[in-house]
């Protein structure tokens, strides 16, 4: 066949979209994949029976979608913006799983961060933690920043 | 039908996720045999949604069928992202990310599996 793969090389540093980081990208991408379908599926077929429920569900998606796009393009730009998304994802699945705890039968684990992400393997609770530990690991160091 | 060829994908994708879990550890990126064997496994789940479909249109359909449908695209679709990222990462972290798209596989098909069964 006539297909080859690339030799393998060291991983570049200082991007957030190389080496460990493309791992990372993954994993959102996964998150934001799976969100959106099954956000815009609550949506579109049943947004009356749990409005709260399903919108914050489309607003993980959407976080998702954002920090996935920002953490794979990053630029100093794109930074700013993937900082936000994880902060905000952060408190989402924080706040999302304690409401779901606390008031139940408005959540019917119908969220990626209900119960703090207990359907998903706990990986959105982690998510935002490796999220911003890569963030903080890849930030730009020089005589003019930080 | 859809049950035996559930355990047909979730073995293949394990096998694929242990194989691709020694290369990280042996610290090596993906290589051409893995994208094979996930060709493979992209094959048997579009064999799966064929059947799937078959039976649905002739009237055993699955009691939730939004979510099942979801579940299925979504999974076509993670494997091919995985293999794309193989040429542009030519670092161990290909295989990372080869081991989480083998591991969302099964994950996936165990949904499937239980969506499927009601």
Redesign the interface.
């Known amino acids: 066949m006539g297909?080859?793969?690339?030799?393998?090389?060291?991983?570049a540093p200082g991007s957030t979209s190389?080496?460990?980081?493309?791992?990372l990208v993954?994993?959102y991408?996964?998150f934001a994949?799976?969100a959106t379908?099954?956000a815009g599926?609550q949506i579109a077929?049943k947004l009356g029976e749990a409005p709260l429920a399903y919108l914050l569900s489309g607003l993980s998606a959407v976080v998702y979608v954002v920090a996935t796009v920002a953490l794979a393009k990053g630029s100093p730009r794109a930074r700013r913006v993937a900082w936000a998304a994880v902060l905000v994802e952060l408190v989402g699945v924080l706040a999302v799983g304690a409401l779901s705890l606390l008031d139940a039968s408005d959540f019917p684990d119908e969220t990626v961060w209900s119960g703090f992400g207990a359907g998903y393997?706990y990986v959105p609770l982690v998510l935002p933690f490796l999220g911003i530990a890569w963030l903080w690991h890849t930030r730009p160091r020089g005589p003019s920043t930080d | 039908m859809v049950g035996p060829l559930a355990l047909i994908v979730i073995g293949a994708a394990t096998v694929l996720a242990a194989w691709a879990a020694w290369f990280v550890v042996r610290d090596r990126a993906v290589i051409l045999r893995q994208l094979w064997g996930g060709a493979v496994v992209e094959g048997l789940m579009v064999v799966q949604a064929a059947v799937a479909l078959v039976l649905v249109l002739n009237g055993t359909g699955s009691p939730e069928p939004g979510t099942f449908w979801g579940y299925i695209v979504v999974q076509l679709m993670i494997l091919p992202f995985a293999a794309a990222w193989a040429f542009a990462e030519r670092t161990r972290w290909s295989s990372v990310v080869l081991l989480v798209a083998c591991l969302t596989v099964v994950f996936l098909e165990y949904r499937l599996l239980q969506i499927w069964m009601g």
């Open positions: 297909i080859k793969l690339p030799e393998q090389t060291a991983p190389s080496g460990p980081g493309r791992a993954a994993v991408g996964v994949l799976a379908a099954r599926f077929t393997g």
